[in-house]
Protein backbone atom coordinates (compact mmCIF):
# COMPACT_ATOMS: atom_id res chain seq x y z
CA UNK A 1 0.00 0.00 0.00
CA UNK A 2 1.27 3.58 -0.65
CA UNK A 3 1.59 5.56 2.18
CA UNK A 4 -1.55 8.08 1.40
CA UNK A 5 -3.89 4.33 1.26
CA UNK A 6 -1.98 3.18 4.81
CA UNK A 7 -2.76 6.74 6.87
CA UNK A 8 -6.68 6.79 5.45
CA UNK A 9 -6.87 3.08 6.62
CA UNK A 10 -5.13 3.66 10.10
CA UNK A 11 -7.66 7.20 10.22
CA UNK A 12 -10.73 5.09 9.58
CA UNK A 13 -9.44 2.34 11.98
CA UNK A 14 -9.15 5.03 14.75
CA UNK A 15 -12.43 6.04 14.05
CA UNK A 16 -13.92 2.96 14.12
CA UNK A 17 -12.46 2.18 17.41
CA UNK A 18 -13.82 5.45 18.85
CA UNK A 19 -16.71 4.84 17.53
CA UNK A 20 -17.19 1.31 19.29
CA UNK A 21 -16.34 2.77 22.31
CA UNK A 22 -19.06 5.38 21.85
CA UNK A 23 -16.10 8.20 21.97
CA UNK A 24 -17.44 11.00 19.49
CA UNK A 25 -15.18 11.89 16.53
CA UNK A 26 -15.23 14.90 15.25
CA UNK A 27 -13.22 15.50 11.66
CA UNK A 28 -11.89 18.91 10.28
CA UNK A 29 -13.14 20.48 7.56
CA UNK A 30 -10.29 21.03 5.60
CA UNK A 31 -6.92 18.93 5.11
CA UNK A 32 -3.32 19.49 5.92
CA UNK A 33 -4.13 20.62 9.48
CA UNK A 34 -2.00 19.20 12.13
CA UNK A 35 -4.96 17.19 13.28
CA UNK A 36 -6.79 14.58 11.82
CA UNK A 37 -9.41 13.75 14.02
CA UNK A 38 -10.70 15.36 17.53
CA UNK A 39 -12.01 12.74 20.03
CA UNK A 40 -14.65 14.08 22.71
CA UNK A 41 -13.40 11.89 25.80
CA UNK A 42 -14.46 13.06 29.79
CA UNK A 43 -16.29 16.15 28.41
CA UNK A 44 -12.96 17.58 27.04
CA UNK A 45 -11.92 17.73 23.31
CA UNK A 46 -8.34 16.14 21.92
CA UNK A 47 -6.26 16.81 18.72
CA UNK A 48 -5.30 13.62 17.47
CA UNK A 49 -2.92 12.93 14.80
CA UNK A 50 -3.05 9.56 12.94
CA UNK A 51 -0.34 7.74 12.33
CA UNK A 52 0.88 3.87 10.63
CA UNK A 53 2.61 1.47 13.14
CA UNK A 54 4.97 -0.78 10.82
CA UNK A 55 6.04 -3.98 12.94
CA UNK A 56 9.60 -5.13 12.51
CA UNK A 57 10.67 -8.39 10.87
CA UNK A 58 10.88 -9.81 13.89
CA UNK A 59 7.16 -8.55 15.21
CA UNK A 60 8.62 -7.74 18.11
CA UNK A 61 8.32 -3.93 17.59
CA UNK A 62 5.96 -1.24 16.07
CA UNK A 63 7.86 1.88 14.36
CA UNK A 64 5.47 5.01 14.37
CA UNK A 65 7.62 7.19 11.93
CA UNK A 66 6.26 10.91 12.89
CA UNK A 67 6.46 14.72 11.15
CA UNK A 68 5.74 16.41 8.40
CA UNK A 69 6.96 17.35 4.90
CA UNK A 70 6.68 20.94 3.19
CA UNK A 71 7.64 22.25 -0.06
CA UNK A 72 9.94 25.11 -0.72
CA UNK A 73 11.65 26.74 -3.59
CA UNK A 74 14.83 25.01 -1.99
CA UNK A 75 13.00 21.42 -2.03
CA UNK A 76 11.48 19.29 0.74
CA UNK A 77 11.51 20.29 4.03
CA UNK A 78 11.25 17.46 6.92
CA UNK A 79 9.85 18.92 10.52
CA UNK A 80 8.65 17.44 13.97
CA UNK A 81 5.64 18.21 16.11
CA UNK A 82 6.29 20.67 19.12
CA UNK A 83 3.98 20.51 22.34
CA UNK A 84 1.36 22.52 22.13
CA UNK A 85 0.23 21.41 18.50
CA UNK A 86 -1.47 17.89 19.36
CA UNK A 87 -2.91 16.34 22.03
CA UNK A 88 -2.69 12.60 21.21
CA UNK A 89 -1.29 10.49 18.62
CA UNK A 90 -3.54 7.70 17.59
CA UNK A 91 -1.49 4.71 16.02
CA UNK A 92 -2.79 1.91 14.02
CA UNK A 93 -0.74 -1.84 13.13
CA UNK A 94 -2.37 -2.66 9.90
CA UNK A 95 -0.22 -6.46 10.69
CA UNK A 96 -1.72 -6.69 14.41
CA UNK A 97 -5.11 -4.98 13.84
CA UNK A 98 -4.70 -3.07 16.46
CA UNK A 99 -5.02 0.42 17.69
CA UNK A 100 -2.99 2.67 20.06
CA UNK A 101 -3.09 5.88 21.64
CA UNK A 102 -0.31 7.82 22.41
CA UNK A 103 0.23 11.22 24.66
CA UNK A 104 1.70 13.90 22.35
CA UNK A 105 4.57 15.00 24.73
CA UNK A 106 5.92 11.48 23.88
CA UNK A 107 6.50 12.08 20.50
CA UNK A 108 6.99 15.61 20.57
CA UNK A 109 9.89 16.93 18.58
CA UNK A 110 10.57 13.38 17.32
CA UNK A 111 10.39 11.92 13.98
CA UNK A 112 9.89 8.14 15.95
CA UNK A 113 9.32 6.19 18.15
CA UNK A 114 9.16 2.31 19.10
CA UNK A 115 6.57 0.55 20.72
CA UNK A 116 8.03 -2.74 22.13
CA UNK A 117 5.28 -5.99 21.93
CA UNK A 118 7.76 -8.40 24.17
CA UNK A 119 9.98 -7.60 26.98
CA UNK A 120 13.74 -6.89 25.48
CA UNK A 121 16.04 -9.48 25.70
CA UNK A 122 18.62 -7.74 27.59
CA UNK A 123 16.60 -7.05 30.26
CA UNK A 124 16.26 -3.17 30.28
CA UNK A 125 13.58 -1.67 32.11
CA UNK A 126 14.05 1.64 31.39
CA UNK A 127 13.40 4.26 28.39
CA UNK A 128 11.17 2.05 26.76
CA UNK A 129 7.65 2.68 25.97
CA UNK A 130 5.67 -0.77 25.98
CA UNK A 131 2.72 -1.19 23.54
CA UNK A 132 0.71 -2.32 25.89
CA UNK A 133 0.77 0.42 28.03
CA UNK A 134 -1.22 2.88 25.37
CA UNK A 135 -3.40 0.12 24.28
CA UNK A 136 -6.86 2.59 22.64
CA UNK A 137 -9.60 1.33 24.75
CA UNK A 138 -7.11 1.49 28.07
CA UNK A 139 -6.20 4.51 27.12
CA UNK A 140 -9.84 6.06 26.29
CA UNK A 141 -11.05 4.51 29.52
CA UNK A 142 -8.56 7.01 31.34
CA UNK A 143 -9.02 9.71 30.01
CA UNK A 144 -12.46 9.67 30.57
CA UNK A 145 -12.37 9.00 34.49
CA UNK A 146 -8.87 10.70 35.03
CA UNK A 147 -10.81 14.53 34.98
CA UNK A 148 -7.91 15.65 37.11
CA UNK A 149 -5.50 14.25 35.42
CA UNK A 150 -2.30 15.95 35.39
CA UNK A 151 -0.83 16.80 31.61
CA UNK A 152 3.10 15.88 32.97
CA UNK A 153 2.20 12.24 32.59
CA UNK A 154 3.67 9.46 30.28
CA UNK A 155 1.64 6.82 29.73
CA UNK A 156 -1.80 5.72 30.71
CA UNK A 157 -1.52 2.56 31.93
CA UNK A 158 0.80 3.99 34.36
CA UNK A 159 0.05 4.86 38.31
CA UNK A 160 0.43 8.77 37.28
CA UNK A 161 -3.17 8.76 36.09
CA UNK A 162 -4.89 7.29 38.74
CA UNK A 163 -2.31 6.63 41.97
CA UNK A 164 -3.47 6.84 45.12
CA UNK A 165 -0.70 7.99 47.82
CA UNK A 166 -2.16 6.22 50.55
CA UNK A 167 -1.28 2.60 47.97
CA UNK A 168 1.52 0.38 49.96
CA UNK A 169 4.92 1.38 48.01
CA UNK A 170 6.43 -1.70 46.08
CA UNK A 171 9.35 -3.45 47.74
CA UNK A 172 12.89 -3.59 45.09
CA UNK A 173 15.92 -5.53 46.46
CA UNK A 174 18.86 -3.33 46.59
CA UNK A 175 20.36 -4.86 43.58
CA UNK A 176 17.24 -4.80 41.33
CA UNK A 177 17.01 -1.36 42.00
CA UNK A 178 20.49 -0.29 41.16
CA UNK A 179 20.73 -2.45 37.96
CA UNK A 180 17.39 -0.55 36.61
CA UNK A 181 18.29 2.96 39.00
CA UNK A 182 16.17 4.64 35.61
CA UNK A 183 13.26 2.75 35.69
CA UNK A 184 12.42 2.98 39.39
CA UNK A 185 12.96 7.31 39.45
CA UNK A 186 10.56 7.23 36.86
CA UNK A 187 8.33 5.21 38.29
CA UNK A 188 8.68 6.84 41.90
CA UNK A 189 8.10 10.53 39.92
CA UNK A 190 4.81 9.18 38.30
CA UNK A 191 3.40 8.66 41.94
CA UNK A 192 4.45 5.13 43.09
CA UNK A 193 6.69 4.89 45.92
CA UNK A 194 9.12 2.01 46.74
CA UNK A 195 10.98 0.39 49.52
CA UNK A 196 14.31 -0.46 48.71
CA UNK A 197 15.66 -3.61 50.79
CA UNK A 198 18.29 -5.45 51.22
CA UNK A 199 18.52 -9.23 52.17
CA UNK A 200 14.55 -8.67 53.28
CA UNK A 201 15.24 -5.60 55.32
CA UNK A 202 14.56 -2.34 54.26
CA UNK A 203 16.86 0.27 53.89
CA UNK A 204 15.76 2.79 51.61
CA UNK A 205 12.58 4.86 50.94
CA UNK A 206 12.03 6.59 47.44
CA UNK A 207 8.97 9.08 47.45
CA UNK A 208 7.81 11.72 44.57
CA UNK A 209 8.73 15.65 45.98
CA UNK A 210 4.98 16.57 46.82
CA UNK A 211 5.52 20.04 46.29
CA UNK A 212 6.80 19.82 42.91
CA UNK A 213 4.17 17.72 41.96
CA UNK A 214 1.26 19.92 43.20
CA UNK A 215 3.08 22.79 41.45
CA UNK A 216 2.90 20.50 38.05
CA UNK A 217 -0.80 19.19 38.91
CA UNK A 218 -2.15 22.97 39.88
CA UNK A 219 -1.05 24.28 36.27
CA UNK A 220 -1.82 21.28 34.36
CA UNK A 221 -5.69 21.77 35.63
CA UNK A 222 -5.56 25.21 34.80
CA UNK A 223 -4.57 24.75 31.10
CA UNK A 224 -7.43 22.03 30.71
CA UNK A 225 -10.16 24.25 32.64
CA UNK A 226 -9.00 27.11 29.70
CA UNK A 227 -8.76 24.80 26.95
CA UNK A 228 -12.23 23.54 27.66
CA UNK A 229 -13.69 27.01 27.62
CA UNK A 230 -12.41 27.33 24.27
CA UNK A 231 -14.75 26.77 20.93
CA UNK A 232 -14.03 23.38 19.59
CA UNK A 233 -11.78 22.60 16.48
CA UNK A 234 -8.91 20.94 15.17
CA UNK A 235 -6.78 23.56 16.39
CA UNK A 236 -8.39 23.07 20.09
CA UNK A 237 -8.22 20.86 22.48
CA UNK A 238 -6.83 20.09 26.01
CA UNK A 239 -3.12 19.71 26.55
CA UNK A 240 -1.92 16.65 27.77
CA UNK A 241 1.05 14.68 29.22
CA UNK A 242 4.87 14.66 28.85
CA UNK A 243 7.26 13.00 31.24
CA UNK A 244 6.96 13.73 34.40
CA UNK A 245 10.21 15.00 36.23
CA UNK A 246 9.35 15.39 40.28
CA UNK A 247 12.19 14.75 42.10
CA UNK A 248 12.88 11.20 44.18
CA UNK A 249 15.05 11.02 47.40
CA UNK A 250 15.49 9.11 50.05
CA UNK A 251 14.28 8.57 53.86
Not at 134 to 146: E, H, I, N, W
Request: aromatic content about 6%; overall charge positive.
Amino acid sequence: MSSNVKEAVAEQAIVLAATRLRVPVWRPVSEHGRADLVLDIGEKLWRVQVEWGQLTPARDVVIVRIGTFRRTAHGYIRSTYSEGELDLFGVYCGELDRCFLLPAQLLANKTCVSLRLTAPRNGQQSCINLADDFTFDGAVAQLARARDWQSRGRGFESPQLHSNPRVAPVTVPADSCRMAFGYWLARVAAGQDAVVTRRGRPIARLTADVRAARSRTGAASERLENAAESPPGPATAAQPFASTTAAAGSS
